[in-house]
């Protein structure tokens, strides 16, 4: 069973659409939680931490449910220039260990 | 600048042939970790190190040698590539290792044939 398991999509929405992404972890010890976001092959970014309290950063909002095990990141008012593959990242106590997800494609349409 | 660096950005190589991506940053940190990413697999972690010479296994450490004698450096070591381990390669580093952004290098893009 995978540590963390997404969506693959690939999720095509319109300019000024809001969409959802949805991850899920299999280990109750996980400690912290993440979405990055990859550009075509390239180098992984951080887009946001998430917090248990949930968090919002501008357009892009993420949610952590620990009772369910899931993640999610909420983007609004989606550009063009949003479109990219999202990355779900879990650690695992006692901190040294990285789980990814596979990642979730987001292409923005004009 | 802030930075994670890798090299080589690509290699072709042929089985058995010994070979070392280096990895090196200079924003101080204590955590680094080395990473393979694969079509349908995702990012899977290969080895990290806490400080210097502290190093340990992650999911997937089968072909793969690392070092830390320096802060700042975290080679990849593949004593004897297989096709297998044709992959893109991304190293990272983290001031810490649970609660902190991991910073990653540009990738090293490895063919063995």
């Known amino acids: 069973r995978k540590e963390v398991e997404q969506d693959p999509g690939p999720f095509n929405v319109p300019e000024g659409a809001t969409v959802a992404f949805n991850c899920t972890y299999s280990?109750?010890?996980?400690?912290?939680f993440f979405w990055y976001r990859q550009d075509c092959r390239k180098e992984p970014k951080l887009l946001m931490s998430v917090y248990s309290s949930g968090n919002e950063d501008g357009r892009f909002t993420a949610q952590l449910n620990r009772a369910s095990q899931y993640i999610s990141l909420l983007i609004r008012d989606s550009k063009l220039s949003d479109s990219a593959t999202y990355l779900c990242?879990?650690?695992?106590?006692?901190?040294?260990?990285?789980?990814f997800g596979t990642g979730t494609s987001l292409t923005v349409i004009p | 600048e802030a930075q994670v660096t890798q090299n080589p950005r690509y290699l072709i190589t042929v089985t058995g042939k010994k070979l070392t991506v280096t990895c090196s940053q200079n924003?101080?940190?204590?955590?680094m970790s080395w990473y393979r990413q694969d079509p349908g697999l995702g990012l899977r972690q290969i080895y990290y190190s806490m400080n210097v010479e502290v190093t340990d296994k992650g999911d997937v450490p089968e072909g793969y040698k690392v070092s830390r004698k320096e802060k700042r450096n975290f080679p990849l070591i593949l004593e004897s590539p297989s096709p297998n381990q044709t992959s893109l390669y991304f190293c990272?580093?983290?001031?810490?290792?649970?609660?902190?952004?991991?910073?990653f290098g540009p990738g090293t893009r490895l063919t063995v044939t």
């Open positions: 990272a580093s983290s001031p810490d290792r649970a609660f902190y952004e991991q910073y």
């Open positions: 924003m101080n940190h204590e955590y």
């Open positions: 990242v879990v650690n695992l106590a006692p901190g040294n260990q990285f789980y």
């Open positions: 280990n109750s010890a996980s400690q912290s």
